[in-house]
């Protein structure tokens, strides 16, 4: 396959990370990378060792693997912590304050192939927005979310036919979950002609506890069957320190609304209702408090019922899961897009026509 | 995705199998089936009841599911089981009589969009020879097969211009193993920027014994350090037997020539010699004497060596673990295909750019 060029929207934890493992694959090359405060950019591939260690400490709350520092200071309602003078990004010697950073990518959206939207702790209707600039300002080319929500995968559906007029292919959800753990759903339901059940169970240990990891703390909050996306939003960081601590730091999920059941019913493996989510988060140890498992039920073409497993070892720590997979299926979005498919794909509909 | 019109080289239990798994799945029409007696051919799709039910019991020694019967007769090289008048597919109202079943294929390819050849008990280059067939006959589409030697792949690739040349998307290895397992071992790899051991482990009871699965005892048999494929082809049923009695109905091997390393190095997963196959062979039993896992061992992008596993439920038989995944990369290949990308391709090359 030909070199992709790809953009970071974004760089918290999760663009960060992704900057960094794709140095680890063949034919990624990154080209752009910016936050609320400013763009880089270079076509030729961005100087990715530059940018993380002029940034660090400059970030988005969004998983940070980097540590906190006493230095580190949260400001504003996405808490970037920042050190030095230039506010995130623009830390980097290759980048440039601006007004409008996803105008700057879109305007340079023709050497694009790839756009990674690595912002997971906005408002839900945001990367549905994000993508209207992306197909209003002309954009042609992959876009692709690591997000977990049902409803977001609803609203960017509602969008399909300004994709397909624009020839946009959308990927979303393709990070560690639900992305990594429905392609593997997909995978181990081979062995049936039926599936009747998908059981994702995810154990999460932050090493560095919630000053570190806002977004995605805040983000599961909102799965506790008493609060929701806006009242999870709402909360202060110390009625979120209270309920960590109401927990024990060890926050247990069942029947998530995660994206991963209606991602496998639009690839044909099960029914939506078939599919359970749930979890446990412990934010104040960086064991994982369960091993996270993926169990696929169902009957085979001889009538056997069987249930098939796969399983990530408890020292693969969640941002491992992310980045792999999300650069994975970049790549087959980049595949499908250069063969003219364009539209919403959920990661399981890039698995091989399982 | 469009409809996909299929053809399946070879009736015996694979084919069978795969005829009968498409009707689980959508968009699959199988329009064609042969073996050497004959030819079934429909455009608008075969009545896959009909061909099973007509042909039960006259069907090669490939694996079958059906059981074999008191009236059930050996015969030829290929072991050919046969009651009733008519010999292999011809038993069928469907099909014909032909001199060159093949040939019939090849003459209505513009309509096939796939060729599965389940024909895995033949000399290892029959495969690479009935490549050249298609390639000669001017077909141009996606053809896949479910072997397993390292080999094979090489005489393939040998051809990989052949294929560019004639617009043939040849899919290799997408049975249970190499295809299911390396695909596993694709996606399990994804936590990790260096994957360090790939441990492909299989389990299979035979549930009807030497008798119904006299290719797949034969091609395994092969495998063992005393033997090679030549001289594994050459034993007598009663030599074969008296190997499985020596080993007490249960043969294992360890350090198997199969395909898995050269296919996940093609892939971009690992280097080949990382890779190690083996398993347990039990002739006499219908449990599977060991689980079959797969373990991908690799260092994650924060410096964590880890181990993921896929499991297969010990109640999926082998049979029922080669079909689904087939036929999910037959869509893969003709995906591709129609996408213009052509040559020779492993199951991990159809995961989505891992």
């Known amino acids: 396959m030909d070199e992709i060029t790809f953009a970071v929207l974004g760089t918290g934890g999760i663009g ?7 140095q680890h694959k063949d034919a990624l090359t990154p080209v752009a990378a910016c936050d609320r405060h400013g763009t880089a950019i270079d076509a030729d591939g961005l100087d990715v060792d530059e940018l993380l260690a002029a940034t660090e400490g400059n970030i988005d709350s969004e998983v940070a693997t980097d540590g906190g520092t006493g230095a580190a200071a949260a400001e504003g ?18 980048a440039r304050p601006s007004e409008d950073p996803i105008q700057d990518i879109i305007d340079h959206g023709d050497r694009i192939d790839a756009v990674l939207l690595a912002l997971p702790n906005y408002e839900h209707d945001f990367i549905p927005r994000v993508a209207d600039r992306f197909v209003e300002g002309g954009y042609s080319g992959v876009m692709i979310d690591v997000l977990k929500r049902s409803r977001v995968i609803d609203m960017l559906d509602d969008r399909s036919e300004a994709f397909e007029e624009q020839g946009i292919t959308f990927v979303c959800g393709a990070g560690a979950t639900p992305g990594f753990l429905t392609g593997a759903a997909a995978l181990a339901a081979q062995s049936f002609v039926e599936v009747t059940d998908v059981d994702i169970h995810w154990g999460v240990g932050l090493k560095s506890g919630y000053e570190d990891n806002r ?3 805040r983000e599961d909050i909102a799965h506790l069957p008493e609060y929701d996306i806006e009242t999870a939003r709402d909360l202060t960081d110390e009625e979120i320190e209270a309920i960590i601590d109401a927990h024990d730091g060890v926050i247990e999920f069942e029947d998530m609304e995660h994206a991963d059941d209606v991602l496998l019913e ?3 493996i099960c029914d939506a209702d078939d599919v359970s989510v749930g979890g446990v988060l412990d934010v104040e140890s960086d064991e994982k408090p369960t091993t996270t498992t993926v169990s696929v039920m169902g009957t085979t073409f001889d009538g056997e019922t069987a249930t098939n ?3 990530l070892d408890d020292a693969t720590s969640m941002e491992a899961n992310v980045n792999g997979p999300a650069l994975g299926y970049l790549k087959a979005g980049v595949r499908r897009n ?7 794909f959920g990661p399981a509909e890039l698995m091989p026509g399982f």
Chains 1, 2 share one sequence.
Do not use: C, M
């Not at 960060?16 to 794709?22: A, G, K, Y």
């Not at 250069?338 to 919403?344: F, I, K």
């Open 338 to 344: 250069r063969a003219g498919e364009y539209g919403v």
């Open 215 to 217: 977004g995605t703390v």
């Open 266 to 268: 639009r690839a044909g």
């Open 77 to 94: 309602e996405g808490g970037i912590k920042q050190h030095g003078e230039d506010r995130g990004v623009v830390a980097s010697a290759q």
């Open 309 to 311: 497993t796969f399983q």
């Open 16 to 22: 960060r990370r992704t900057l960094e493992v794709s």
